[in-house]
Structure formats: structure tokens, C-alpha cells
């Protein structure tokens, strides 16, 4: 599986992005599909994941503001960002996992993108 993440952007405070992560492979469907981030200093951390039923899991720093998604027809996986915060600044990382249930921690993932840079400012 090849992942490509794309999306990222400057935006101020309080504004919105939608992040992609488009998948090659024929088995998109079967992976749990997962967002990372990583400011920088700090350790890569758990953002969102995704199974192929569409049971999802967040981090509680992002519920009720990020949503993620999946279109298994286009082997591709979202992440809106809405009411964007300066601590949201980082690198995002798409990753995937061959499991039924969305992991949180990184090492569970088999699979990961190149980052795409999230730049929120106050």
C-alpha cells in the first residue's frame, strides 16, 4: 500500500481545511486508515482513524472539530478540519494498518504517507 497525503495548507485560527490521503493498492478497504501528527519537538501522535465499516475513533484534542471519512471507491481518506487552533500546527501523517479495529498508536500501523504541513496561526 502506497499512501499520498495532500491538503495541507497556512490557515488562521479558527479556520477549516480537508486533508486527503489517496491509497493505491486493491485492498484500500480492508485497512483501518489513520491521521498523524507531529509538531515539531514533540513525539508523533494519534489524531483519527477509520475502520472499513466506518467505526471511527479521535483524539480527544480533535473531537467535535476534525471528522474523518473514507470513499473505499476512491481509495482515498479525508480529514476535515474545522475551528482550527495554533496547537494544531504540525505535520500530518496518513498511515494504514491490516485490522478490523482503528488503532491509536502508532506502532500499529504497517503503512504510512510522506506529511503534508498544517499551519495554523493566532
Known amino acids: 500500500v502506497q499512501l499520498q497525503a495532500s491538503g495541507g495548507g497556512l490557515v488562521q485560527a479558527g479556520g477549516s481545511l480537508r486533508l486527503s490521503c489517496a491509497a493505491s493498492?486493491?485492498?484500500?478497504?480492508?485497512?483501518?486508515m489513520g491521521w498523524f501528527r507531529q509538531a515539531p519537538g514533540k513525539e508523533r501522535e494519534f489524531v483519527a482513524a477509520?475502520?472499513?465499516?466506518?467505526?471511527?475513533k479521535y483524539a480527544g484534542s480533535v473531537k467535535g472539530r476534525f471528522t474523518i471519512s473514507r470513499d473505499n471507491a476512491k481509495n482515498t481518506m479525508y480529514l476535515q478540519m474545522n475551528s482550527l487552533k495554533p496547537e494544531d500546527t504540525a505535520v500530518y501523517f496518513c498511515?494504514?494498518?491490516?485490522?478490523?479495529?482503528?488503532?491509536?498508536?502508532?506502532?500499529?500501523?504497517?503503512?504510512w504517507g510522506q506529511g503534508t504541513q498544517v499551519t495554523v496561526s493566532s
Open positions: 493498492g486493491r485492498t484500500f478497504s480492508t485497512y483501518v
Open positions: 498511515a494504514a494498518e491490516f485490522s478490523s479495529s482503528p488503532g491509536t498508536r502508532s506502532v500499529e500501523y504497517d503503512y
Open positions: 477509520i475502520n472499513w465499516a466506518g467505526i471511527k
